[in-house]
């Protein structure tokens, strides 16, 4: 299968925009590439992983555990499970930037929080949503010389992806997607050399489960004594 050819668009936001994938099967070939143990799965269990955890804070909990505890929960989960992969990936934190990093260190990968554009395709290219500071400056810079580079030297250089999540609270979703950042300007990403569309999940808790047992209820037996002197 062939795959779909990344060409670099301005859009009216002003960020530059790869063609978002959002085909599952060209999806999973763009993982394969990255590294052969990836799977959609992995993102999207760990993007479950952190809507549990915000749906756990209550009326109790700082006014920001929710979007705080939704994103440790996605880091700690992410790198939980490609650790323990049988090639296992290793974490690496870099001036408090928690990244998890391929057995090969060709690619890495950071969690962020995007805009409302992140997961969507058409409507334009969506960019972090809090402001980042010189670690994600230096990595992207890193991104954009590697992609100059030729096939033998890429191989050599550790490119950062991003998965990056939206919790939408008028849909009741959260999007997320795998993207690959080449521009930042100002504390945001303006341009992204590869977008992987990994999918949505609703974000309203499910139903408690109610167990309900088949089982007849048990008849009810009266014991009748017979009066005296009746058959």
């Not at 991003?162 to 990403?189: C, M, N, W």
């Not at 977008?195 to 037996?221: H, Y």
Request: glycine share 6%; net charge negative; charged share 25%.
């Amino acid at each position: 299968m062939s795959s779909t050819p990344f060409k670099l668009q301005y859009t009216d936001a002003g960020i530059q925009s790869a063609a978002a994938i959002d085909d599952a099967a060209q999806v999973d070939e763009q993982l394969r590439r990255l590294s052969a143990d990836l799977t959609a799965d992995i993102f999207r269990d760990a993007i479950q992983a952190g809507l549990a955890a915000r749906n756990a804070t209550t009326d109790a909990s700082a006014p920001t555990a929710a979007g705080g505890q939704q994103w440790f929960s996605v880091v700690e989960s992410l790198r939980t499970m490609l650790m323990g992969l049988a090639n296992p990936w290793h974490k690496q934190d870099v001036r408090n930037c928690p990244q998890i990093v391929s057995p090969d260190a060709r690619c890495a990968f950071v969690v962020m929080t995007g805009d409302p554009l992140t997961g969507t395709t058409g409507a334009g290219a969506p960019t972090n949503q809090t402001d980042k500071g010189d670690v994600t400056r230096a990595y992207i810079e890193t991104n954009r010389q590697i992609e100059l580079l030729t096939k033998e030297a890429r191989e050599k250089g550790t490119q950062v992806w991003v998965l990056l999540y939206h919790y939408d609270k008028t849909r009741q979703e959260v999007r997320f997607e795998l993207s690959l950042p080449i521009g930042f300007e100002a504390r945001k990403i303006t341009a992204w050399e590869t977008r992987l569309i990994l999918g949505r999940i609703s974000s309203v808790p499910e139903d408690p489960i109610v167990s309900v047992t088949d089982e007849p209820e048990t008849a009810v037996t009266v014991d009748v004594t017979p009066k005296s002197g009746t058959r």
